[in-house]
């Protein structure tokens, strides 16, 4: 049994076929998914998906995109918001949230305030974080480190703070983020063979801090590049796990799934 922890069901591209997606994500193997609800007008969306479906639960969050319209002066509506809805027994986590210095449509000041106000609220509310990082590790290994202490080893993790979804970094930067407490999401990208420094940091680091997404309707597997994703093509990228970590597909699904339980407390 596998956990997607990442997918984006409430995307119009699955308006048409929604419920199809979930039974092929459930006949694939999918025990669980994580609805992925990223600005505020798909906070409401995810939650009634996952009132409606079993397996499903669902993170909020406003995605760096977004910054430029959450800012100081609609940050406390937004935030009043988010604590209501973290008072519900199927939203599990806070985000996603993060940097993204690619195609950026607002300041890095605009990206950061955002950031540092979800990551404020998250602790607030004890939630685990969903992390979005892309070509921003440096700022966001500087506030992450703000936020949450480094353990003495980057193997013990008793309590992990979030993920670093859809991980896009070194094998050193991995290494940060595990010493602060965090899991790493990996997604169908480790199926490319284009992927070869992904494809390392997945060799090196323990298995114990591995969780699987799709993002989904994003980045499909090498197999159906160009088509949208969906959850159901969840095993390849646990398939490719399990090559580069030479464990049984078994193995890799059952690990994953544990840690994703104990990130996000399931
Ligand atoms: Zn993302
Ligand atoms: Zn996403």
Not at 23 to 38: C, F, K, Q, S
Not at 159 to 176: E, L, N, Y
Not at 206 to 234: F, I, K, M
């Amino acid at each position: 049994m596998l956990i997607d922890t990442h997918a984006h069901l409430a995307d119009s591209q699955f308006d048409a076929d929604r419920d199809a997606v979930i039974a092929r994500a459930r006949d694939a193997g999918v025990a669980t998914l994580i609805e992925i609800a990223e600005s505020p007008d798909t906070w409401d969306p995810a939650v009634r998906l996952a009132e409606t479906h079993p397996l499903m639960y669902a993170s909020v969050g406003i995605h760096p995109h977004h910054a430029h319209h959450a800012g100081p002066a609609e940050w406390p509506a937004m935030a009043e918001r988010l604590r209501r809805l973290a008072g519900h027994p199927k939203v599990i986590a806070i985000g996603e949230f993060g940097l993204d210095y690619v195609r950026m449509q607002n300041t890095r000041d605009q990206q950061d305030f955002l950031f540092r106000r979800q990551l404020e609220l998250a602790l607030e509310l004890k939630k685990p974080v969903v992390i979005h990082c892309r070509e921003a590790h440096e700022d966001l290994q500087k506030a992450l480190g703000e936020f949450f202490p480094k353990s003495s080893t980057a193997f013990e993790c008793p309590r992990p703070s979030g993920v670093i979804h859809c991980f896009s970094g070194a094998w050193s930067d991995a290494q940060t983020y595990m010493l602060h407490g965090f899991m790493l999401g990996f997604d169908a990208p480790v199926t490319y063979p284009s992927a070869k420094s992904l494809q390392e940091v997945v060799t090196r680091m323990p298995l114990e801090r591995v969780v699987l997404e799709t993002d989904s309707p994003y980045l499909p597997p090498q197999t159906r590049r160009g088509q949208r994703n969906e959850p159901a093509y969840l095993p390849a990228v646990a398939e490719a796990v399990a090559a580069l970590k030479r464990k049984t597909l078994p193995d890799v699904s059952q690990r994953t799934s544990r840690n994703a339980r104990t990130l996000f407390r399931l």
